[in-house]
């Protein structure tokens, strides 16, 4: 904060400004991926952020390449139906693990 303090609410907002930022990418016909596993450190190093900056996680963006040019592996899972976890199992209403 502007008195030196942490702000406790920077990673939530981070996370709101990540998803509106995917949002319009999808909007805009792009592809974004977000990502946690990448090294801080190198990223700190290569574009010279000072100690107070905390990097806590990057959104790659660009445009969707040609499902057929994947390797076949990738092609399969690309065209494949999506599947999701049901939302019993996901959220929860009145306490922990009680259905929603």
Not at 41 to 67: S, T, W
């Amino acid at each position: 904060t502007s008195k030196g303090e942490v702000n406790r609410c920077a990673p939530y907002d981070a996370g709101a400004a990540a998803m509106a930022l995917v949002l319009q990418a999808h909007a805009l016909g792009l592809a974004a991926h977000q990502m946690s596993g990448f090294d801080p450190n190198a990223f700190r190093a290569a574009f010279q952020l000072p100690k107070d900056v905390e990097v806590i996680a990057m959104i790659a963006l660009g445009h969707y390449g040609e499902v057929d040019k994947l390797d076949p592996v990738l092609r399969e899972r690309e065209k494949s139906a999506r599947q999701r976890l049901p939302l019993a199992d996901i959220a929860y209403g009145g306490g922990w693990k009680k259905a929603f």
